[in-house]
């Protein structure tokens, strides 16, 4: 399969501090990619570069067309959606008017309409709370608005940021099921950003470990799955 996104000694951090230390990795078209390692390796920073949120060097590709000098709404209208750690919903607007929010590019009313429809299909609960203010939703309910919204783009890419951190786990089970149908019957492909390496590696077709804002391993799901010696230096189980 052909490369989605291709990312080539991407470096990054804050101010003085590096955090990436030329960072390079795929993702296939159509595939689920997981960035794993501890606090700190660098997780959250990948997706905030790759959405030039901050300031980075080095080459990403997307869809055979180099991205990294592009500004973030500039990255969006190219099909990248990011959901980011803590959700960001907007908590004063409706449920509803978050996903209207997330369509903003789009002028296809009708298609925007199917578009709501489809949202509401795959997370039936947003659509009994679609008056509701995001600020009142439960924590799972935030998460899963986060999503739709992204999705509304109708993304290529969408990047997600520790969508299990602090729910409980019958929602993070429902959460997952949603995503792997988003991705084997939208056809969206994601990186994923997680902790839970168990969680994840279920999930995706490819990981990638980092270690201080360095590729430690890469290698199919399966093979780092199986792989003892790996779980127990770097995954903890």
Same mark, same amino acid.
């Given at each position: 399969?052909?490369?989605?996104?291709?990312?080539?000694?991407?470096?990054?951090?804050?101010?003085?501090?590096?955090?990436?230390?030329?960072?390079?990795?795929?993702?296939?078209?159509?595939?689920?990619?997981?960035?794993?390692?501890?606090?700190?390796?660098?997780?959250?920073?990948?997706?905030?570069?790759?959405?030039?949120?901050?300031?980075?060097?080095?080459?990403?590709?997307?869809?055979?067309?180099?991205? @990294?000098?592009?500004?973030?709404?500039?990255?969006?209208?190219?099909?990248?959606?990011?959901?980011?750690?803590?959700?960001?919903?907007?908590?004063?607007?409706?449920?509803?008017?978050?996903?209207?929010?997330?369509?903003?590019?789009?002028? @296809?009313?009708?298609?925007?309409?199917?578009?709501?429809?489809?949202?509401?299909?795959?997370?039936?609960?947003?659509?009994?709370?679609?008056?509701?203010?995001?600020?009142?939703?439960?924590?799972?309910?935030?998460?899963?608005?986060?999503?739709?919204?992204?999705?509304?783009?109708?993304?290529?890419?969408?990047?997600?940021?520790?969508?299990?951190?602090?729910?409980?786990?019958?929602?993070?089970?429902?959460?997952?099921?949603?995503?792997?149908?988003?991705?084997?019957?939208?056809?969206?492909?994601?990186?994923?950003?997680?902790?839970?390496?168990?969680?994840?590696?279920?999930?995706?077709?490819?990981?990638?470990?980092?270690?201080?804002?360095?590729?430690?391993?890469?290698?199919?799901?399966?093979?780092?799955?199986? @792989?003892?010696?790996?779980?127990?230096?770097?995954?903890?189980?």
């Amino acid at each position: 399969m052909t490369a989605l996104l291709s990312v080539k000694n991407l470096a990054a951090g804050y101010g003085d501090t590096p955090v990436l230390h030329g960072l390079s990795f795929e993702l296939e078209e159509g595939g689920i990619t997981a960035i794993l390692g501890a606090n700190g390796a660098g997780k959250t920073t990948t997706l905030r570069a790759l959405c030039g949120l901050i300031r980075r060097r080095g080459e990403i590709v997307l869809a055979g067309r180099r991205i @990294d000098n592009l500004a973030t709404e500039d990255i969006v209208r190219q099909g990248v959606a990011h959901v980011p750690d803590g959700r960001g919903t907007f908590a004063h607007l409706t449920a509803e008017e978050n996903l209207r929010l997330g369509a903003y590019l789009r002028r @296809d009313r009708a298609e925007v309409a199917r578009g709501f429809e489809h949202m509401y299909a795959l997370f039936p609960r947003l659509k009994e709370r679609r008056r509701q203010q995001a600020g009142t939703l439960s924590g799972g309910e935030q998460q899963m608005l986060a999503i739709a919204r992204a999705l509304m783009l109708r993304p290529k890419l969408l990047l997600l940021d520790e969508p299990s951190f602090g729910l409980a786990p019958m929602l993070v089970q429902e959460i997952y099921r949603t995503l792997k149908a988003i991705n084997r019957d939208d056809k969206v492909s994601i990186l994923l950003v997680e902790q839970n390496a168990t969680l994840a590696l279920d999930l995706a077709d490819h990981a990638y470990l980092l270690e201080t804002g360095r590729v430690a391993i890469s290698g199919s799901s399966a093979a780092v799955k199986a @792989d003892e010696t790996i779980r127990r230096s770097y995954l903890g189980y």
